[in-house]
Every structure is written in C-alpha cells, then in structure tokens.
C-alpha cells in the first residue's frame, strides 16, 4: 500500500508539474485602452475566451429588482441587435461555432464569449454589438421573463437552491447580498421591457468594466479592435462600495418545511482571497470537508453529501460554509460543531496538509485546462485584489505551512450562523450553540 501511495504520489507531481510548465508558458499582460482596463493572456491555442466584467451585481439594484440585471444581460446577447433580428443573430453565431452569453451574480456581471481562432473577427464583431446595441426585442422580452419566472418558482420550491438562497437573507439580511440575482417570481414579474433597458444603459459602462482575453490573438489587433467598438461605452459611474460585515455573534434561522430530508448551512467569517489568510482558509475548509465526509456520511450514514467550502465567487464579504443534507439534523449538527471545535483544539495534521496539497493543486489545475476557465479566473482574481493570484495560485498554495491553517481555523470559525430548512420539531435552539455557548448568545428567527 505504501507503493502504491508513493507512485499516486509521483504520478501527481508530475501531473501538477505538466499543467503548471503550461500554464506559466503564457504571458500576461495588464493594461487599458481607451479608458477600458484589460487582462491579456497569450495561450497558442485555436480558442479564444473573452469576458466583459461588470462590477457591482446585486449591489446595483435595489431588493425589489432583484434578478434585474442578470435579466438584463441574458436579454441583451438573446434578442437580436439592431442591425439583425434574433433568429439572422442566432443562426450567424451558431454557423461560426461561437457561444455568446451574458449573466450575472452577486458582486458582478458578465458578457463571455468562446470562439475559434477562424472565426475571431466575425465573432468579435457580434459579440460587440450585441453589448453595444442590443435590441431588447419585445418578444423575446416576453419569452426570456416566463423562463427567468419559472426558474425563480423552481428554485424557491427546490430545497438545495432553497436553503442556499435563505442563508444569504439570514447572514446579510438588509445588505446587498440579501438579493437574489437571479430573482424572486414577485420580483421578475414586475419588470416591464423599459425597466430592463433603462437598467441596462445606466449599468453597462467602462468604469464599471473590465475585459479579460485569453487565446491566441495578436496584441495590437486586440487593441484596434477594442478602439473601434467598446470605447464607444460610456464613462458610466463606477460600483457602489459593498457593505462590510463581521459576524461577532450567530444569527440562526429555522424555515419550516415537511419534508423527509432537512437541509442546514452554517456560515462562518473568512478572510478575503488577496489576504495572506486567503488561500490558508481555503485549503483549512477543503481539509474540514474530508473531514466531515468521513464522520458523517462513512461512519455514520448520516447524509449522501456533506460539505465544507469557502465560495470562489465571493469578493468584498467572503465567508466560509459547511453544509449537510439529513434526516437526522440534531446528530448531524453536534457532528459538524464538534468537528470544528476538535479543530479549535487539537489543529490538523501535517499529513493532513501534504495530502491536501497535492489534491486541492490538481484539481485546481485541471479545472484550468480549459481557456474559458482560465478567463474566468484571472476575471475574479483580479476583482478580489489582482489577477497576479490566479498566475501565482501553485506558488501561494504550496507556501502554506499547517501553522497557517491552524491559525486560520481557530481564528474564524468562533461564530457560526446557521440556517435551517425542514422540520422545525427535529431540532431545538440548543442544538445550534458551539461550547461554552449558551441560548441567550443566539439570535433565533423562526419563518413558517
């Protein structure tokens, strides 16, 4: 068995090795025309990824128009421009085998688009028109506002998505997160076509935006290219500052569901990424995970899928979460909250870390294979403090000793706020408190 630990071992070495020669093999380079910042990364491959990044998300819009702008943008690149209807629009980018998208989420919005290299000019050409002139066209106004409603009605009534979205009004209740970005079914409902395209041109400029491009594409065509078309944005007004919050005590919430499988999340604070307890956190969370896989789904059946994280996506308030699916709440909370106290106490292991590292590297590498994700990444890295963390994302991981994710775990996981969506006679206020804790420490908010 030992054997064979040391060849898995070798073989990830060499698998980390490869993907890192790759990727550090490609230059990227930061700049701005005219007025528009942007991140280049050079890769000799036949695809292109190129996002436009809108700061701000759900801090945008006000709680009634929740889902607006994710409305908004889907609308944009799906309806047509000025210049070609839906369908000439549709049809044009599907003979080029180019993927035009647009969505958004809680801190910021985006438009993507992936192309081969063949086709870069014609798809750049569509994929700058539709940001810059969309139609909003009237009918797909109608078809897009049944789709986004039905989603919402889906999501409310699925418990997984559910108890996700109820843990953001719990924790941020009265802040930006608090909204949903995809929208609520009162929200959606209530948007006309001049709400959408009025939101639209007062949220789509360069002082909000940022374009990352990654492929195969010369410098100076990337810049004419840029000059002719997305310069004509306007200035617009750059994001408003996102509420900063600690959580110094817990905020619980019970949600009464009968339903045969209950759904709890605990959230603790976390350091932002571009803090030196970024990265030791994440790592700490992931080594917690396996740590609740083996104590509550191998020992004891507990549920399917337990799970610790922190959430990649999260930029000026990041936090960290652990998350279980069970029929039993109360024995599967005193596991999660024992765990964690055991943490508090006794610290990893080192083995626990090398392990760790090994892993969390590959996979993180191998999620980077692609230049969609590679985009992607350099685009939140550089939201969260500098896209300088996503190229030196290896070098930082393999800097953390078990000291820093000793200190990191201890330090921010005092406070845990959960939230709860099932049967509310399986529990009891008590089953949520930490050690030490007492019921007058927690805030309990009881929905039906």
Not at 177 to 192: C, M, W
Not at 331 to 355: A, T
Not at 384 to 403: M, P, Q, Y
Request: with cysteine; charged share 25%.
């Amino acid at each position: 068995m030992k054997g064979m630990f040391r060849i898995s071992s070798f073989l990830c070495f060499l698998l980390i090795t490869g993907l890192v020669q790759a990727q550090n093999g490609s230059e990227i380079k930061e700049l701005m025309v005219d007025g528009i910042k942007v991140i280049y990364k050079q890769v000799p491959k036949e695809i292109i990824s190129v996002r436009l990044f809108i700061n701000g998300g759900t801090s945008n819009y006000s709680l009634a128009q929740q889902g607006i702008e994710n409305f908004a943008f889907n609308l944009a690149v799906s309806g047509g421009t000025r210049s070609m209807d839906k369908t000439a629009f549709s049809t044009e980018i599907e003979r080029l085998g180019t993927t035009i998208e647009g969505s958004s989420g809680i801190e910021y919005g985006q438009f993507n688009m992936l192309c081969i290299r063949p086709s870069w000019d014609k798809s750049w050409q569509l994929f700058a028109d539709a940001i810059l002139n969309p139609a909003f066209d009237e009918g797909q106004f109608t078809i897009l506002k049944e789709q986004l409603v039905a989603e919402a009605k889906q999501a409310a009534s699925d418990p997984d998505s559910r108890i996700a979205q109820a843990a953001m009004e719990n924790i941020f209740k009265g802040m930006d997160y608090e909204k949903d970005p995809g929208g609520t079914e009162t929200s959606l409902s209530a948007l006309t076509r001049e709400d959408v395209v009025n939101y639209y041109q007062k949220i789509v400029g360069k002082k909000r935006a940022m374009l990352v491009v990654v492929g195969n594409v010369d410098l100076n065509d990337l810049k004419r290219k840029i000059s002719e078309t997305l310069s004509k944005l306007p200035a617009g007004k750059e994001a408003p500052e996102v509420q900063q919050i600690t959580w110094n005590q817990p905020s619980n919430m019970i949600e009464n569901r009968e339903i045969a499988t209950n759904y709890i999340r605990g959230y603790m604070n976390s350091p932002k990424l571009s803090e030196k307890d970024g990265i030791p956190m994440m790592i700490a969370m992931d080594i917690l995970h396996d740590r609740l896989w083996i104590e509550i789904r191998t020992k004891r059946g507990l549920s399917y899928a337990p799970a610790a994280f922190v959430p990649s996506s999260i930029i000026d308030n990041p936090y960290s979460v652990i998350y279980v699916s069970t029929t039993d709440p109360k024995q599967s909370i005193k596991v999660m909250v024992d765990e964690v106290s055991k943490l508090k106490r006794e610290g990893f292991e080192e083995s626990e870390l090398i392990n760790k590292k090994q892993t969390f590297l590959t996979e993180y590498l191998m999620q980077q294979e692609t230049l969609g994700a590679q985009s992607a990444s350099l685009g939140q890295s550089e939201l969260k403090g500098g896209w300088e963390i996503s190229d030196r994302f290896t070098e930082l991981v393999n800097a953390v000793t078990l000291e820093d994710i000793n200190r990191v775990i201890d330090k921010y996981s005092d406070v845990i706020s959960w939230t709860y969506l099932g049967k509310e006679s399986a529990i009891t206020e008590e089953d949520f408190l930490q050690p030490g804790q007492t019921p007058k420490d927690a805030k309990i908010d009881a929905e039906r």
